[in-house]
């Protein structure tokens, strides 16, 4: 099993839609949660952390469950510019002796295709 | 403008040769990471760094090799007991303490 599962779609959507993607993760000792966007042959960009309590930017919600290890994205009000690979990336293990960070595991991301 | 910078954006090589990528930080940051992406993958960690001259291998580290000499430069090299070297790799950084990790544009290398 992946630790972190997505899956890839495409999800075609028409402008205006709201559509949701979901992603698992297997490791429940997993400490940090982000969503990263990534364009067409581009590197990923960091599109919101995730909150145990969800949190909210602009038209984008994330939501945690960490109970069924799983984190969700809401986009509404799709634009066609939000047209990207959106990928789920949790932090599964320390680094040894110091404090530089979690490593990162990242999804294979899911493609969102937003249509005229 | 602060940011992480990689050259070359395309890069061509034949079979059996060595070849380094530049990655370069000004965001002062302390730790540097090396990743490849391959087509429909996420994105898979091949050495890290969290201080000058010291780093360690990630989870596909072989074939590759890194140097640390200074805190803004992480060059890679792809050697030529990389198997299937062909791949877009990305160089990303964070600060100490935190999680989130910035990416620079990557580099496309394709062997032919």
């Known amino acids: 099993r992946k630790e972190v599962e997505q899956d890839p779609g495409p999800f075609n959507v028409p402008e205006g839609a709201t559509v949701a993607f979901n992603c698992t993760y297997s490791?429940?000792?997993?400490?940090?949660f982000f969503w990263y966007r990534q364009d067409c042959r581009k590197e990923p960009k960091l599109l919101m952390s995730?909150?145990?309590s969800g949190n909210e930017d602009g038209r984008f919600t994330a939501q945690l469950n960490r109970a069924s290890q799983y984190i969700s994205l809401l986009i509404r009000d799709s634009k066609l510019s939000d047209s990207a690979t959106y990928l789920c990336?949790?932090?599964?293990?320390?680094?040894?002796?110091?404090?530089?960070?979690?490593?990162?595991?990242f999804g294979g991301g899911t493609r969102l295709m937003v249509k005229p | 403008d602060g940011g992480i910078t990689q050259s070359p954006k395309y890069l061509f090589r034949k079979e059996g040769q060595n070849v380094t990528l530049s990655c370069e930080q000004n965001l002062n940051h302390d730790a540097m990471y090396w990743y490849r992406q391959d087509p429909g993958q996420g994105l898979r960690l091949i050495y890290y760094s969290q201080i000058v001259n010291d780093f360690q291998k990630g989870d596909i580290a072989e074939g590759y090799s890194v140097s640390r000499e200074k805190k803004e430069s992480f060059p890679l090299t792809v050697t030529s007991a990389q198997k299937n070297p062909t791949a877009f790799y990305l160089c990303?950084?964070?600060?100490?303490?935190?999680?989130?990790?910035?990416f620079g544009p990557g580099t496309r290398l394709t062997v032919l």
């Open positions: 990303a950084s964070s600060m100490e303490g935190t999680d989130t990790q910035y």
């Open positions: 490791n429940s000792a997993s400490q940090s």
């Open positions: 995730v909150y145990s």
């Open positions: 990336v949790v932090t599964t293990r320390s680094f040894m002796n110091n404090n530089a960070g979690n490593m990162l595991t």
